[in-house]
């Protein structure tokens, strides 16, 4: 979501600031800003709806200049996409805010500073951070003793900037909830809510914690905690890859992303399974001893990721003997719920910052989990830096809002930690080499189902006259079939939902006509006659089907069913093999559609918000 770049520099940084938001697009947003301070001490603003390249255009024509400043994307919560709720807000001509998050309490800090005179110009919680930062400068010795007063009034999740005109060779920013990370240059030093902004400029890299209050100037930063003590927080020179920038030969960055998949699992697995033997080490240091101890795994997550999740249960339960629970980060947090012994928490998150997740996590460790280990993209992550273990997915940058590449490299990685666990709970030696073997061969199986897209495109155009589809699957292809409906719905705006197969005729069966597409995921596997009743089921009734099935699973293409034959694959890896056909369906509807595939509508790639 939102997006956060902030610079005190000696050069003139617009077009720094610029280009950083440029590089967070991919988090969604609705508009976007940027605040200058001149060397006259002015401040200086511009805002847009819409994309940046808008905001880039207008600075073409009318430039800002000067060494400090601030920008923003804004994801709208309190207030429609309009220019007037853009950021940066400004409070009495001199303190530029921007934020991210949310401020719960933001109608009585209004109230209050309403009947103080201020005056409200936008429908933002925002504004009310600009205005209390003014008013508690009133009495307070420095910027950033303001702004350490106005966090303690502020309830909710907070990552915000600001800057004071009279004072131009500094920004103070403040953390609750929502990222942001400190970057380190000559003479010069940043801030954003991510790292991607900030790689043109360095690779050195600082995160600040939970309720930390930071003073950047061009030569020094000064971190307080929460309890307002100066700490120091480690920069460190981060090894991340600037391949986000440039879709190459692809139409979009999902369809680039989904081509990357076999590369970025063999990324995944690289150095980790060597002949059969998994490195334990991979999940952290102390993981072979937790992994020793653990009964019961809960899983939490969001989204995608919360369908990986789902796909983990069963290789848990089934291959490694351990119990385990699944469960949406966003219910978790807000129910009791009973803690079994020797349990581990279990997060999943491309972004390592999803809001839900996070607090799932802390909630968990004040609840008595044994252990916690977070399967992830980002390295330095609040998900990563809070949890005992990580296992970092190496799936590289992935700037499409629709998972792809992410959520098939979290399924490796929860193969693999169900091969970990598994080895300490009497999974025999044989299973483990079956897994060892089956993820090997992964990346080639998934260049051979890359090669079914001209098939699948011709599918497609079935559905260019559809607003409804229904998904169907059985087992440990049931998560699959519910994160096929999630890509349709996310990026064509086709209503989709999914069904575990052998529940139809408790209900979705009186969906079924000529206009609703029902798509089945069929591999071969213990389950597959089940799966052929269910879909006689759907065409006793009129229904047309769209079946990705395997080639040994005697599908045959007929008037009321289309079938694409998919790569025989060993059933331990078909729910990551059969994602693969449910993307690219996704993508070419899309594309008839005419939808903005890798920005959908009203969504955001890193859900920083409850």
């Given at each position: 979501?939102?997006g956060?770049?902030?610079?005190?520099?000696?050069?003139?940084?617009?077009d720094?600031?610029?280009?950083?938001?440029?590089?967070?697009e991919?988090?969604?947003?609705?508009?976007?800003?940027?605040a200058?301070i001149?060397?006259?001490?002015?401040?200086?603003?511009?805002?847009?709806?819409?994309?940046?390249?808008?905001?880039?255009?207008?600075?073409?024509h009318?430039?800002?200049?000067?060494?400090?400043?601030?920008a923003h994307?804004?994801?709208?919560t309190h207030?429609?996409?309009?220019?007037?709720?853009?950021?940066?807000?400004?409070s009495?001509?001199n303190?530029?805010?921007?934020?991210?998050?949310?401020?719960?309490?933001h109608?009585?800090?209004?109230?209050?500073?309403?009947?103080?005179?201020?005056?409200?110009?936008?429908e933002?919680?925002?504004?009310?951070?600009?205005?209390l930062?003014?008013?508690?400068?009133?009495?307070a010795?420095?910027?950033?003793?303001?702004?350490?007063?106005t966090?303690?009034?502020?309830?909710?999740?907070?990552?915000?900037?600001?800057?004071?005109?009279?004072d131009?060779?500094?920004?103070?920013?403040?953390r609750?909830?929502?990222p942001?990370v400190?970057?380190?240059?000559?003479?010069?030093?940043?801030?954003?809510?991510?790292?991607?902004?900030?790689?043109?400029?360095t690779r050195?890299?600082?995160?600040?914690?939970?309720?930390?209050?930071?003073?950047?100037?061009?030569?020094?930063?000064?971190?307080?905690?929460i309890?307002?003590?100066?700490?120091?927080?480690?920069?460190?020179?981060?090894?991340?890859?600037?391949?986000s920038g440039?879709?190459?030969?692809?139409?979009?960055?999902?369809?680039k992303?989904?081509?990357?998949?076999?590369?970025?699992?063999?990324?995944?697995l690289?150095?980790?399974?060597?002949g059969?033997?998994l490195d334990i080490?991979?999940?952290?240091?102390?993981a072979?001893?937790i992994?020793?101890?653990?009964?019961?795994?809960?899983?939490i997550?969001?989204?995608t990721?919360?369908?990986?999740?789902?796909?983990?249960r069963?290789?848990l339960e089934s291959?490694?003997?351990?119990?385990?629970n699944i469960?949406?980060?966003?219910?978790f947090?807000?129910?009791?719920?009973?803690?079994?012994?020797?349990?581990?928490?279990?997060?999943?998150s491309?972004?390592g910052?999803?809001?839900?997740?996070?607090?799932a996590?802390r909630?968990?460790k004040?609840?008595?989990?044994?252990?916690s280990l977070t399967?992830?993209?980002v390295?330095?992550?609040?998900?990563?830096?809070?949890?005992?273990?990580?296992?970092?997915?190496?799936?590289?940058?992935?700037?499409g809002v629709?998972?792809?590449?992410?959520?098939?490299?979290?399924l490796?990685?929860?193969?693999?930690?169900?091969?970990?666990i598994?080895q300490?709970?009497g999974?025999?030696?044989?299973?483990?080499?079956?897994i060892?073997?089956?993820?090997m061969?992964?990346p080639?199986?998934?260049?051979?189902?890359l090669?079914?897209?001209?098939?699948?495109?011709?599918?497609a155009?079935?559905?260019?006259?559809?607003?409804?589809?229904?998904?169907?699957?059985?087992?440990?292809?049931?998560?699959?079939?519910?994160?096929?409906?999630?890509?349709l719905?996310?990026?064509?705006y086709?209503?989709?939902e999914?069904?575990a197969?052998g529940?139809?005729?408790?209900g979705?069966l009186?969906l079924?006509?000529?206009?609703m597409?029902?798509?089945?995921?069929?591999?071969?596997n213990?389950?597959?006659?089940?799966?052929?009743?269910?879909v006689?089921e759907v065409?006793?009734?009129?229904?047309?089907?769209y079946?990705?099935?395997?080639?040994?699973?005697?599908f045959?293409?007929?008037?009321t069913?289309?079938?694409?034959?998919?790569?025989h694959c060993?059933?331990l890896?078909?729910?990551?093999?059969?994602t693969?056909?449910?993307?690219?369906?996704?993508?070419?509807?899309?594309?008839i559609?005419?939808?903005?595939?890798?920005?959908?509508?009203?969504?955001a790639?890193s859900v920083?918000?409850?």
């Amino acid at each position: 979501m939102c997006g956060i770049v902030g610079a005190v520099a000696q050069r003139d940084v617009a077009d720094i600031l610029v280009e950083g938001l440029k590089r967070l697009e991919y988090r969604g947003y609705d508009s976007a800003g940027v605040a200058i301070i001149d060397n006259d001490k002015q401040l200086k603003r511009a805002r847009r709806l819409g994309k940046v390249q808008e905001l880039a255009d207008a600075l073409s024509h009318q430039p800002l200049c000067g060494g400090t400043g601030i920008a923003h994307t804004r994801w709208a919560t309190h207030g429609a996409p309009s220019e007037i709720n853009a950021h940066p807000h400004i409070s009495s001509d001199n303190i530029a805010v921007v934020h991210n998050g949310i401020i719960e309490n933001h109608k009585e800090l209004r109230e209050k500073l309403q009947s103080l005179g201020y005056v409200f110009v936008s429908e933002t919680d925002t504004e009310v951070i600009a205005h209390l930062v003014h008013l508690e400068l009133k009495t307070a010795d420095s910027l950033v003793n303001a702004v350490q007063k106005t966090a303690a009034q502020l309830d909710g999740a907070y990552g915000t900037v600001v800057m004071d005109s009279t004072d131009k060779d500094r920004i103070v920013v403040a953390r609750s909830g929502s990222p942001l990370v400190i970057g380190y240059g000559l003479g010069e030093n940043f801030i954003a809510s991510d790292m991607m902004a900030l790689l043109p400029v360095t690779r050195k890299f600082s995160f600040l914690e939970e309720g930390d209050v930071a003073e950047i100037t061009r030569h020094e930063v000064k971190v307080f905690d929460i309890d307002g003590n100066p700490v120091e927080r480690e920069a460190k020179e981060r090894e991340v890859a600037q391949d986000s920038g440039d879709k190459g030969e692809y139409r979009h960055y999902m369809l680039k992303e989904t081509y990357e998949q076999p590369t970025a699992i063999r990324n995944t697995l690289e150095g980790r399974l060597i002949g059969n033997e998994l490195d334990i080490n991979t999940f952290g240091d102390g993981a072979d001893e937790i992994f020793k101890e653990i009964e019961h795994v809960q899983i939490i997550a969001c989204g995608t990721s919360y369908h990986s999740g789902m796909v983990a249960r069963y290789w848990l339960e089934s291959l490694a003997g351990v119990s385990c629970n699944i469960e949406i980060a966003s219910e978790f947090r807000y129910r009791k719920s009973h803690v079994p012994k020797n349990a581990m928490i279990v997060t999943i998150s491309q972004s390592g910052e999803t809001a839900d997740t996070l607090a799932a996590l802390r909630l968990a460790k004040e609840l008595g989990y044994r252990a916690s280990l977070t399967i992830c993209n980002v390295t330095g992550s609040s998900l990563v830096r809070e949890s005992d273990l990580a296992f970092m997915t190496k799936a590289g940058a992935e700037i499409g809002v629709a998972s792809t590449k992410a959520f098939t490299t979290q399924l490796v990685g929860l193969l693999m930690m169900t091969l970990a666990i598994g080895q300490h709970h009497g999974m025999s030696e044989n299973v483990q080499n079956d897994i060892a073997k089956s993820l090997m061969t992964l990346p080639n199986k998934l260049d051979e189902v890359l090669a079914l897209a001209s098939s699948i495109e011709d599918l497609a155009e079935d559905f260019a006259d559809k607003h409804h589809a229904l998904f169907l699957g059985r087992g440990d292809q049931y998560p699959i079939a519910m994160e096929g409906a999630l890509k349709l719905k996310e990026i064509s705006y086709i209503h989709a939902e999914a069904y575990a197969a052998g529940e139809l005729k408790h209900g979705p069966l009186a969906l079924i006509d000529a206009e609703m597409p029902v798509i089945v995921v069929a591999p071969q596997n213990d389950l597959i006659e089940k799966l052929k009743s269910n879909v006689e089921e759907v065409r006793a009734r009129g229904g047309l089907m769209y079946v990705f099935a395997d080639n040994n699973a005697k599908f045959e293409s007929d008037e009321t069913m289309k079938v694409i034959n998919v790569p025989h694959c060993d059933e331990l890896i078909a729910p990551i093999v059969y994602t693969l056909p449910l993307q690219l369906l996704s993508y070419y509807v899309a594309i008839i559609k005419g939808t903005d595939v890798d920005q959908p509508r009203n969504l955001a790639k890193s859900v920083t918000v409850e």
